[in-house]
C-alpha cells in the first residue's frame, strides 16, 4: 500500500520561507505525476504546482517565480521550496501521486501559516 507523509509545514513571517516534503512509501518511479495542492478555510482544494515523470513542471500563477517543485528519486521524496511567502499562502499543502498502475493518492496534509 503506498502512503504519502508530508512534513515542513510551519507559521513563518510574510516574506520567510519553507521546504515542504513528501515521503512516498514504495516506489517512486512508479509515479508519473506528482503534485502539491492546498486548501485553505472554506476554500476549494487548488493546484499549486505538479511535475510529471520527464521532468516538466507546472504552476499556479499565484505562486509562479515563488514556489519550485522537485522530485529526488533516491530519496522516494518530492519537494516544495517556498520562497517570498505571503498571508494569502496560508493553507494546508498536501502531496497527490498519481501512479502508472492507475492508483491515485493523498497524503494527509501539512499546516503552512504564513503570519507576523
Known amino acids: 500500500q503506498v502512503q504519502l507523509v508530508e512534513s515542513g509545514g510551519g507559521l513563518v513571517q510574510p516574506g520567510g520561507s519553507l521546504r515542504l516534503s513528501c515521503v512516498v512509501s514504495?516506489?517512486?518511479?512508479?509515479?508519473?505525476?506528482m503534485g502539491w495542492y492546498r486548501q485553505a478555510p472554506g476554500k476549494e482544494r487548488e493546484l499549486v504546482a505538479v511535475?510529471?515523470?520527464?521532468?516538466?513542471?507546472t504552476y499556479a500563477d499565484s505562486v509562479k517565480g515563488r514556489f519550485t517543485i522537485s522530485r529526488d528519486n533516491a530519496k522516494n521524496t518530492l519537494y516544495l521550496q517556498m520562497n517570498n511567502l505571503k498571508p494569502e499562502d496560508t493553507a494546508v499543502y498536501f502531496c497527490?501521486?498519481?501512479?502508472?498502475?492507475?492508483?491515485?493518492?493523498w497524503g494527509r496534509g501539512t499546516q503552512v501559516t504564513v503570519s507576523s
Open positions: 497527490n501521486a498519481h501512479q502508472n498502475t492507475g492508483g491515485n493518492y
Open positions: 514504495g516506489s517512486i518511479f512508479s509515479m508519473i505525476y
Open positions: 511535475i510529471i515523470s520527464g521532468g516538466t513542471t
